[in-house]
């Protein structure tokens, strides 16, 4: 695509200025815009047009998709709660498949190596384009230009705020469930599907025009307690089995296992001690990756030798947090989805392990937003570059890798921290300029790096607070030449050619595009 049909957006980024068919909103700095209007609903339903003994369970997938009115263009979503043991994603466009239908939209909250299965129907043109994370085979399929459409990347609550502005329009929402029964209530708390959570799935079924749940453990009514409500459902589907559970939650979510992974997680924590971050009350959130979780573990050793309690940590919610949580070490876990059995177990158990969805805790359009309440966020990057700008989508060849998740929502929570190695596979981390820009550096306070800590120099404070540390803080530029000195200079992945996807910033608008990639 040439850069006449591209235009320069606030981050100096060339970004596309209509993306499949829509014009777009180019970004323009955090903060600075803020949509209007009103947020978009679906048709009024009535309760006259549904079965009176509340049973609204048909027979198959197939005859639920039928009766939804499945059509060609339409825009069909799924859930990420069963990661990468889901069985319904795929079912549902085999059908799709079968029924001869074409040119469809799929919005899933994330995808996985699982749906490899989907290139078939993207060659074919079953499925139009994904407006979703891709990676894996999904990634390197999109990135090499063999998607008819072209890809939107979104955060989740990015996800959310696209389905209230109608820039996502569902006509068909199919909502795995761990337990739900005949009117539509559902959860994921309990069966052999269980996943915990079902929150990246609650917007589809407020706003979705139809809307299915499937479950491979049908309840007497009532579903109790519902994270799904019956009265957003149309019709109800049993299958023998709707995901994996050994790929659902693996149940071996461990502490990294690296001397290099382990030493970034311990200057982290000794990081957020020195500067105070860690205090009675505070807040923090951590992932599930091995760094991360080692990152927690550090935390509990230095709260409990202080005596220090944490208000709430922000999940996903795995045994590491669900042991702090029952230690008294943190109040609550506010949860945003359940990595292992033993937060699906917590859950379930614990009333101070708490569901959100993201509306409650990144939605640009709520009042509020749980994440700007969070005191310290830890989280991770595939590139960061001089100005602290950060990329999570690719990798410095230009490749999809995944999707953003709830990363930029993270970026608004009061000191964010990202610990990353200097270099991958003898890549450098940190370079001039990231390939893929997903979040602005102004949000991103410190680098942490095994060679060196990198402060933001707009966060003076935190400077001022290690003026008498023995940790080593070191320029931005210093890190990104020590890499440099190891690996040498990278090579910058080639822009210029057809644009695959478009990366939307928290508030709907284009931050920027990712280019096709050449083999």
């Not at 891709?134 to 990015?158: E, I, K």
Request: with cysteine; aromatic share 8%.
């Amino acid at each position: 695509m040439s850069k006449e049909k591209l235009i320069k957006n606030a981050a100096g980024r060339w970004v596309l200025s209509e993306l499949n068919g829509k014009s777009v909103v180019p970004f323009q700095g955090v903060g600075k815009f803020k949509p209007t209007g009103r947020i978009k609903s679906r048709r009024i339903n009535t309760y006259a047009d549904y079965p009176a003994d509340g049973n609204k369970t048909v027979k198959n997938l197939k005859e639920a998709l039928i009766k939804a009115g499945l059509k060609d263009g339409m825009t069909l979503s799924t859930h990420h709660h069963f990661r990468n043991g889901d069985l319904i994603a795929n079912q549902v466009f085999d059908i799709a498949h079968e029924l001869g239908i074409k040119d469809l939209v799929w919005i899933p909250s994330a995808s996985f190596p699982c749906h490899e299965h989907l290139i078939k129907y993207l060659e074919d043109g079953t499925i139009n384009r994904i407006e979703g994370s891709m990676n894996g085979p999904l990634g390197r399929f999109t990135s090499l230009g063999n998607m008819s459409g072209t890809a939107v990347l979104r955060s989740h609550g990015g996800r959310y705020q696209a389905i209230q502005d109608g820039d996502v329009e569902i006509d068909i929402a199919i909502i795995g469930a761990g337990c739900a029964d005949p009117f539509g209530n559902a959860n994921g708390l309990y069966g052999q599907s269980a996943s915990g959570l079902l929150g990246f799935a609650l917007a589809d079924s407020e706003y979705a025009e139809k809307v299915i749940v499937v479950t491979d453990n049908m309840v007497e009514f009532p579903c109790i307690p519902w994270q799904i409500q019956g009265n957003h459902v149309d019709y109800t589907v049993v299958m023998d089995k709707v995901g994996i559970p050994e790929k659902i939650v693996s149940g071996t979510t461990q502490i990294t296992k690296s001397p290099d992974r382990l030493l970034l997680a311990e200057m982290t924590a000794r990081f957020c001690e020195h500067t105070g971050i860690i205090q009675e009350g505070f807040s923090f959130q951590t992932g599930a990756g091995g760094t991360s979780l080692a990152v927690s573990d550090y935390f509990r050793t230095i709260m409990k030798s202080k005596g220090i309690k944490a208000r709430f940590a922000r999940g996903g919610s795995n045994k590491y947090l669900v042991q702090m949580l029952e230690e008294g070490l943190i109040e609550y876990i506010l949860d945003g989805q359940t990595f292992d059995l033993e937060g699906i177990r917590s859950m379930a158990e614990n009333p101070n392990h708490v569901w959100t969805s993201p509306f409650t805790s990144y939605n640009y359009h709520g009042k509020g937003n749980f994440a700007g309440m969070v005191d310290v966020a830890i989280l991770g990057a595939t590139e960061i570059d001089v100005n602290f700008n950060g990329n999570v989508v690719t990798h410095s060849d230009g490749y999809l890798l995944h999707g953003i998740g709830g990363w930029q929502n993270c970026l608004f929570s009061k000191t964010v921290i990202l610990p990353v190695p200097l270099f991958r596979d003898r890549i450098p981390v940190i370079v001039d300029e990231v390939t893929t820009l997903c979040g602005p550096g102004e949000l991103i306070d410190v680098i942490i790096t095994e060679r060196g800590i990198a402060i933001n120099p707009l966060r003076k404070d935190l400077f001022e607070k290690m003026k008498d540390s023995d940790l080593p803080v070191k320029s931005i530029h210093e890190l990104k030449d020590e890499a440099e000195e190891i690996c040498g200079k990278p090579l910058k992945a080639r822009k210029g050619g057809e644009v695959i996807a478009g990366i939307k910033w928290v508030d709907g608008t284009l931050i920027d595009v990712v280019h096709k990639v050449e083999k």
